[in-house]
């Protein structure tokens, strides 16, 4: 497609649960990230993944996160033993890298994900 | 590290009036700037960015915005807003070279009432 795609775009879980969220950026887009937005807050970030280096998971908040990237293309953001502090929503984004690179961000719609 | 203070969480204004939303940052290095707008159930979009040049950029919808060095500021402004253009914004930086991972602002609100 022509813009980030992510899904679902909501999940309700019961706390405990473990989730996935998934992520397609634009062709071409080398650069990843993942934020998390929680309500009235601005962009937290979680993770980058930029072509086949080691991703940067300095915003990961604890150890249930993790996220992983197939080559260029997909990525998946699982939450394990899912906490109600986890509700939020998850936003993806991808970038174009290289020589003309200007930092700016594709951003999809979200997965709003509630913890119960 | 980079950081970006947003003074004002929400901004009330009425149609037509100008409006300017405040944007602050530090950095220990050079940063692109960047302003994006989110729409109610929206994922952002970008309205304006500065790169180099001209401290005064041009972005979509009539938004424009100023870089100023030496106050480390980077407000958004519009001479005449709409109804429209009720949405959040977010005020971003982008550190030059190294692993581009933009840092942003808390979003300001703008409110226009008709």
């Known amino acids: 497609g022509a813009g980030v795609s992510q899904s679902p775009s909501n999940k309700v879980t019961e706390k405990g649960k473990d989730v996935e969220l998934r992520c397609d950026p634009i062709?071409?887009?080398?650069?990843l990230y993942w934020y998390r937005q929680r309500l009235g807050q601005g962009l937290e970030f979680l993770i980058y993944?930029?072509?086949?280096?080691?991703?940067?998971k300095s915003g990961l908040p604890s150890d249930r996160f993790s996220a992983e990237r197939t080559g260029e293309s997909v990525s998946t953001l699982t939450i394990q033993r899912t906490q109600q502090e986890d509700s939020a929503v998850y936003l993806c984004?991808?970038?174009?890298?290289?020589?003309?690179?200007?930092?700016?961000?594709?951003f999809g719609e979200g997965s709003r994900l509630t913890v119960l | 590290a980079q950081s970006v203070t947003q003074l004002d969480s929400q901004v009330p204004v009425f149609e037509e009036a100008p409006v300017e939303l405040r944007c602050n940052y530090s950095?220990?290095?050079?940063?692109?700037l960047f302003w994006y707008v989110q729409y109610p159930n929206q994922g952002l979009q970008l309205l304006l960015k500065?790169?180099?040049?001209?401290?005064l950029v041009k972005g979509i919808n009539g938004f424009e915005a100023e870089f100023n060095k030496s106050q480390t500021s980077f407000h958004l402004r519009k001479p005449s807003v709409h109804i429209s253009d009720t949405a959040e914004y977010f005020c971003?930086?982008?550190?030059?070279?190294?692993?581009?991972?933009?840092?942003f602002g808390r979003g300001t609100s703008l409110i226009v009432h008709p």
């Open positions: 950095s220990s290095v050079s940063v692109y």
């Open positions: 971003a930086v982008s550190p030059l070279g190294g692993s581009y991972i933009p840092t």
């Open positions: 984004a991808s970038s174009l890298m290289g020589g003309s690179n200007t930092g700016e961000l594709f």
């Open positions: 500065y790169l180099s040049g001209s401290t």
């Open positions: 993944f930029q072509g086949n280096s080691a991703p940067d």
């Open positions: 062709s071409g887009h080398t650069a």
